[in-house]
């Protein structure tokens, strides 16, 4: 992979998987750019993964639309985010 010199790479994998290329593809002089999607385990691979190998990855993470108020985690998120609004000024 490292040889191909990829601006970046995308890996579909478990945290294990992940964790062991992303070292190699450093150690083989690649400085590119990763990409996961949340399946891998987010904390998991931050556990795993090395500190030093750590930068110039990302992982996309589907979150809930925040404007929507009939979801609850929205509406909790919302009503929190006016209290705090006004607890400021």
């Known amino acids: 992979m490292a040889l191909a010199r990829p601006d970046a790479v995308l890996i579909v994998s478990s945290y294990g998987t992940t964790a062991s290329f992303i070292p ?3 150690q083989q002089g690649s400085d590119a750019q990763v990409m996961t999607v949340s399946f891998v385990g987010s904390n998991a691979l931050a ?14 993470q589907v979150v809930t639309f925040p404007w929507n108020p009939r979801v609850p985690v929205v509406r909790d998120y919302q009503n929190t985010i006016r209290r705090n609004r006004s607890d400021s000024r």
């Open 47 to 60: 556990r795993t993964l090395p500190p030093e190998h750590r930068h110039g990855v990302g992982i996309s």
């Open 24 to 26: 190699n593809l450093r």
